[in-house]
């Protein structure tokens, strides 16, 4: 009865694949920063640090996979980005500010693919979310000592 138990446990953690997401984070990221230093040698600090965040998002989009809202509203995102050569960029004045937003308003405009998700769902998708940004955090700290040192 403990081995079923167990099994069941193993199943329903969501941390399971989390050790097979952070090697393929790192892979795709390490890879991104090689192509953006090969080919962005005369570009502004600016324009290559947008590279690296774009980097670092696309390697936590790809490596969490397509069973996340999150990570295919992040990958859309991305690649319909990619088409547009001048990104639209709206200015403070034009963006409405709501000073009576509630907390779940919030986090549908920081989870990406958040506006199309019930309650339920977007707190199961903003946990996973979170848990994907603290592994981005670690990898790019620890690329940054192994950098630095």
């Not at 199943?11 to 962005?40: C, E, V, Y």
């Not at 040698?41 to 969490?64: D, L, N």
Request: proline share 3%; charged share 25%.
């Amino acid at each position: 009865m403990e081995s079923k138990s167990s099994t069941t446990g193993n199943r329903d953690n969501p941390n399971r694949n989390l050790h097979g997401s952070k090697t393929m984070m790192a892979s795709h990221f390490l890879r991104a920063l090689f192509r953006i230093q090969q080919t962005s040698t005369s570009s502004s600090s600016a324009g290559r640090s947008r590279r690296i965040r774009r980097a670092a998002y696309a390697s936590m989009a790809y490596s969490a996979g397509t069973r996340r809202a999150w990570s295919r509203a992040l990958l859309r995102k991305l690649r319909s980005r990619a088409r547009l050569r001048f990104p639209r960029r709206l200015s403070r004045a034009a963006t409405p500010q709501r000073r009576d937003m509630d907390q779940a308003q919030v986090l549908r405009k920081l989870v990406p693919g958040g506006p199309s998700m019930d309650d339920c769902k977007l707190l199961e998708e903003t946990a996973d979310y979170i848990r994907f940004l603290t592994t981005q955090v670690r990898l790019m700290q620890t690329v940054m000592d192994s950098v630095s040192s």
